[in-house]
């Protein structure tokens, strides 16, 4: 199915050597498409060269910044995807310094959104928005329609991000989409702190033999999604003429974050955790329990969460196992 | 009333030489405030150092932008009141030129907001947001609860603008506020182009005796508001503890474009006007009609507007007539 949709296909990835972004290159690359990647390879923010080690030869790789003008405008022209995935996800970086998330979460995008109007209009973009959109949740499951009450920096620019988007679809026949992401944890992470996302942060402290902690209660509720699921729900926004001008939110499997670490502790086969108190700034972000509904992404294209916890974790520990130098230096 | 709340207060306001700015430092002035006013006087931004003419030896004017970090950082210090105007409006300008409306109105808000957190984190703030925020309603009248869906980048960046207020609000306890602003009108606006907002330019065509092109068919229906009735609100707003950390839509008496004109006619005594298609660009941005509920704000503070349309255009008409080459030059 993705096939005949990808084959041949030029498409660009924003934020390519990150996280889902390299995931999703090897895919495309695999399916046949004729992939660039764009990354700025700022330190700690996630782009990692080793993560498209498996079809280096077969992808262009181009290190350039999303907020790079003329870059950015000659790297559009002649493509048919755009994945735009560029963008720091950390909130409490947003919060000790919101000047650079804005750079990077607003000023780049609409760098992006400009260069193409510009250069080609023909273009299809999904945009990675985040579940960090809603802050704290009025109700459960979160859906599109929940308000958008950010409880941090990063939140706001990536609502504005989005807001582009749509607007451009809207004003400019821009085709655009945007899918919300939940906690998605797997291979090729960030590995060397844990403000990109705390799961995979539990991930690499297993394999160090270290006690996990965990602040406050663990009872936090967080939706947790494996990185396959969210490369496939981007193949399929992407090919769903439907998909544009929406907005979507992506979800799984709910959990407490004692839940994932016992799981992971029981795949794992041994392992610690502890819970400790939230310092002071991350609980005042603290966002409380979080379930997505991902209902309207299903009913229009069949998406749903395949790979379960387990299985997922076991993947992720033995990609990590392998491949630790290359995330982290053991202390 | 207000007196006891402003006398002896130091204020300053961003944009304080614009049209709202300026109407609320010559008010806070005369309520016996120690009024600083900032203004960038970036040309067709709006700001007119005639508009405080009346204040001028009792106020004390900064001319400097709101992205200068050291200028705000120095004079947000000692402040008990800060009611942050500054940014500009002009939706079409904004998808001329998105990135400027972006500086001004993304990045200057966080620069404001961060001199406050670093240098008098007691003051208050009331921001000044939008209906533009909600882009076509999708019902009317729009209540706060609305989604925000811009149909333009100013709206967009606006948005951004207004939630790091209620971030900065909620996680450091900077007490802030919005209010989102309907179409206002009256004395001290910018004239020089429709850009600012479309109902004073009528104004100046009839002084000019030039005939009102409106575009479209005439009838789409705007709140109104007379710029005195928005200066009490912003008074209200600002010395309401219960405000902190909420929005609130302003609103007043909806017309539609064609009624407001015949009443500006039948004020004037004489005048025309004829209906002429839509610019694409403009079509493209049109939000159809819109009327605000502002329940909300009058629940909490009893604010309701006084000056009626046909009061408020003798006045704008008797002050453009009176004032007009301060305003704009004769063809």
Same mark, same amino acid.
């Given at each position: 199915?993705?096939? @005949? ?7 660009? $990835? ?6 889902? +972004? ?36 077969? $992808? ?62 023909? $273009? ?49 026949? $821009? ?40 602040? +406050? ?23 769903? @003429? ?28 041994? +392992? ?22 991902? *209902?309207?992404?299903? *009913? ?11 299985? #997922? ?10 491949? #630790? ?7």
């Amino acid at each position: 199915m993705f096939t @005949e949709n990808y084959n041949g296909k030029n498409a660009l $990835i924003t934020g390519g050597l990150g996280f889902i +972004g390299s995931t999703l290159s090897i895919r495309l690359a695999e399916l046949g498409a004729k992939v660039t990647v764009i990354d700025s390879l700022i330190p700690e923010y996630g782009g990692n060269l080793f993560n498209v080690e498996p079809v280096k030869d077969r $992808i262009r790789i181009n290190i350039s910044d999303v907020r790079d003008r003329s870059s950015i405008n000659y790297l559009v022209k002649g493509q048919d995807y755009l994945f735009n995935l560029a963008g720091t996800l950390s909130h409490i970086d947003s919060m000790r310094d919101p000047f650079t998330d804005l750079e990077i979460n607003c000023v780049s995008q609409l760098r992006i959104l400009e260069a193409c109007r510009e250069y080609n209009p023909g $273009i299809k973009i999904v945009f990675a928005g985040t579940r960090g959109q809603y802050g704290r949740a009025q109700y459960l499951p979160v859906d599109e329609k929940h308000p958008l009450h950010s409880s941090d920096v990063n939140g706001i620019n990536n609502n504005a991000g989005e807001n582009y988007h749509l607007l451009y679809n809207e004003v400019y026949g $821009i085709r655009a989409c945007s899918l919300r992401l939940t906690n998605t944890y797997g291979p090729r992470h960030e590995m060397k702190h844990p403000r990109q996302g705390v799961l995979n942060w539990f991930i690499r402290q297993i394999i160090d033999g270290l006690v996990i902690y965990i602040y +406050g209660s663990g009872s936090q509720i967080r939706d947790t999604n494996y990185v396959d699921d969210v490369v496939d729900a981007m193949l399929l926004a992407m090919m769903t @003429e439907a998909t544009n001008g929406e907005v979507f939110n992506l979800g799984g499997e709910p959990l407490s974050l004692v839940q994932f670490v016992e799981a992971l502790i029981e795949v794992n086969g041994g +392992g610690k955790y502890e819970l400790v108190a939230f310092p002071g700034e991350l609980k005042a972000i603290e966002i409380g329990d979080y379930i997505a509904s991902y *209902a309207k992404f299903t *009913a229009l294209t069949g998406w749903e969460p395949k790979v379960d916890l387990k299985e #997922g974790l076991a993947k992720s520990l033995e990609y990590y196992r392998a491949n #630790g130098p290359n995330y982290w230096s053991r202390g």
